[in-house]
């Protein structure tokens, strides 16, 4: 462990320039105790790190000095493409992995290209999560990740709305889809979905499995997604906005809000709007659209607009 933040040590050096202890303390999550040891260590290995002193002082290496020692790991190298995504590589156990790759290849590359490569970390940043909702508990990301690589059976406990339910799972790959974690998972012989933070319990078997003929986990998931959004949007319901509804559909409906505006009638003289959107059952599309309150007015069909029409007369009765 030592010898990997030796080296992390000294790319940082000499990838970022001057850096001061307490600096380099927090980049490599130690003490900056451990960090002065670790620049002595350096220097007794033939390292030109040279100290500056004073209110804009540090440590660097000596001018010209550079190091070719950048080969990656394997799992620094796979870690790579979670670069866009620090926080759910986290979640996988492989963030120090990830930074030490990072590092890596900032230091690989010739000067033009790593002055641009850290000017992109610096101007753009990728956060997974979606608003307004913390991030689900999964203790057992790491476990499972692990499974889902090594090719093992895992056996567990999961929770669904109707109960507990013991499963053997043959793991065949992980989504992060809004922030939340899915296991992709062969589970006789028909490939399901699972929430990650829906496992009470995840034991590995010793033994592996083989991964299904052909399988294609983005596929998979572009065809489940399509079939989910089928199923789920069983009806059209047509709505007159107003233009501050017209602003708060995407916000509330998302990509569908977004269509449904798209193909939206003329405006009339108040700046209302007609237009058509997909929306789940009836009981589910009633709340979904009492968000939107007086903004909107629903149309059609028939059924949809009496059962809004009952619910505002029972909310209107409670808080008259």
């Known amino acids: 462990m030592r010898a990997d933040r030796l080296l992390s040590l000294l790319l940082l050096l000499q990838n970022r320039g001057r850096m001061t202890a307490p600096q380099l303390a927090a980049e490599l999550e130690v003490s900056v105790r451990t960090i002065h040891r670790d620049i002595d260590a350096l220097g007794a290995s033939g390292v030109p790190v040279l100290a500056d002193r004073g209110p804009a002082g540090g440590y660097r290496l000596a001018d010209g000095y550079r190091t070719r020692l950048t080969g990656l790991t394997d799992t620094q190298a796979g870690s790579l493409f979670l670069a866009a995504a620090p926080g759910p590589a986290q979640e996988l156990g492989l963030g120090a992995d990830l930074a030490a790759a990072q590092l890596k290849l900032q230091a690989a590359l010739p000067a033009a290209l790593s002055e641009r490569a850290r000017r992109i970390q610096d101007r753009f940043h990728l956060d997974a999560p979606a608003w307004f909702r913390e991030a689900d508990p999964v203790p057992h990301l790491a476990q499972i990740a692990?499974?889902?690589?090594?090719?093992?059976?895992?056996?567990?406990?999961?929770?669904?709305?109707?109960?507990?339910?013991?499963?053997?799972?043959?793991?065949?790959?992980?989504?992060?889809?809004?922030?939340?974690?899915?296991?992709?998972?062969?589970?006789?012989?028909?490939?399901?979905?699972?929430?990650?933070?829906r496992f009470l319990t995840v034991d590995t078997a010793a033994e592996r499995f083989e991964r299904p003929a052909g399988f294609?986990?983005?596929?998979?998931?572009?065809?489940?997604?399509?079939?989910?959004?089928?199923?789920?949007?069983?009806?059209?319901?047509?709505?007159?906005?107003?233009?501050?509804?017209?602003?708060?559909?995407?916000?509330?409906?998302?990509?569908?809000?977004?269509?449904?505006?798209?193909?939206?009638g003329p405006a009339d003289a108040d700046g209302w709007v007609r237009l058509r959107i997909d929306v789940e059952s009836e009981a589910v599309a009633v709340g979904d659209l009492l968000r939107l309150g007086a903004e909107a007015e629903v149309l059609g069909p028939p059924g949809l607009r009496r059962a809004l029409a009952e619910t505002v007369t029972v909310l209107a009765g409670r808080y008259a």
Do not use: C, N
Not at 153 to 170: A, F, I, N
Not at 175 to 194: E, F
Not at 245 to 251: A, S, V, Y
């Open 146 to 197: 692990q499974a889902v690589w090594d090719q093992h059976v895992l056996r567990t406990d999961y929770r669904r709305w109707r109960g507990e339910v013991r499963r053997e799972l043959h793991p065949l790959g992980l989504v992060l889809k809004g922030g939340i974690w899915y296991l992709v998972a062969d589970v006789d012989s028909a490939v399901r979905t699972y929430r990650v933070s």
């Open 216 to 264: 294609e986990l983005a596929a998979y998931w572009q065809e489940s997604t399509s079939r989910l959004d089928a199923v789920l949007h069983q009806q059209t319901a047509e709505l007159r906005l107003s233009p501050r509804g017209q602003r708060l559909l995407p916000m509330q409906f998302g990509a569908a809000g977004t269509r449904a505006l798209a193909g939206a």
